[in-house]
């Protein structure tokens, strides 16, 4: 009995598609990549663009504080200087005075 529900189940299908043709194929084929399989991939490229976005945005940070803290440095450098060059002054300011 199975046999024969089988092979008639499989018959069935057959006469579906022959009848249908290209044509249905086709039309099926449009149906299941409009469906399922662009919705998976659009799902799937989303999800790698928000990963490589959320790794860019950790570089991102990581380059701004690397910089922030060398143009901190440098500051403080110019900032030392300008302290040493301006004690030279009052010193010269201070024995043009004492002389003059």
Request: net charge negative; glycine share 6%; hydrophobic share 45%.
């Amino acid at each position: 009995m199975r046999g024969c529900m089988s092979e008639t189940m499989a018959g069935a299908w057959i006469q579906v598609f022959a009848q249908l043709g290209v044509a249905g194929i086709l039309g099926w084929y449009l149906w299941y990549t409009t469906t399922v399989s662009f919705p998976r991939i659009s799902e799937q490229h989303l999800a790698r663009v928000d990963d490589i976005c959320k790794n860019h945005d950790k570089a991102l940070d990581s380059v701004m504080d690397k910089f922030s803290d060398e143009l901190k440095h440098e500051r403080q450098f110019h900032r030392e200087d300008l302290v040493v060059l301006a004690k030279a002054f009052v010193c010269q300011a201070q024995k043009a005075r004492v002389e003059g």
